[in-house]
């Protein structure tokens, strides 16, 4: 019903900023509430940021509170991460998540049903 393709990841120092989007296929993308979440090698899949089908109420992990801002363009069929003061334990795979009609932020991973590939963050000392 729906396809991810996640874009913007890189090498960083840290400090540094980055924005990573989440493209969705399919006109129902609207109705799709978004997560993104991470995960670094041995390491379990974490939750960084969610987001309603609206955009209208957003959650957050602790560790990246004040740092990363979660958004959404429905008219782009595109979410975004925006990543700033960047630290080296923010180095993982960013994958976004889409799960279908939810009016709240989902925060865990057995939430989503659509995943994407995943785009790898670096953040270099």
């Known amino acids: 019903q729906v396809q991810l393709v996640e874009s913007g990841g890189g090498l960083v120092q840290a400090g540094g900023s980055l924005r990573l989007s989440c493209a969705a296929s399919?006109?129902?993308?609207?109705?799709?509430?978004v997560g993104w979440f991470r995960q670094a090698p041995g390491k379990e899949r974490e939750f960084v940021a969610a987001i309603t089908r609206s955009g209208d109420n957003t959650a957050y992990a602790d560790s990246v509170k004040g740092r990363f801002t979660i958004s959404r363009d429905n008219a782009k069929n595109t979410v975004y991460l925006q990543m700033n003061s960047l630290k080296l334990e923010d180095t993982a795979v960013y994958l976004c998540a889409a799960r279908a009609s939810s009016w709240i932020p989902i925060t865990t991973t057995s939430g989503y049903g659509h995943w994407g590939q995943g785009t790898q963050v670096t953040v270099s000392p």
């Open positions: 399919g006109r129902t993308f609207s109705t799709y509430a």
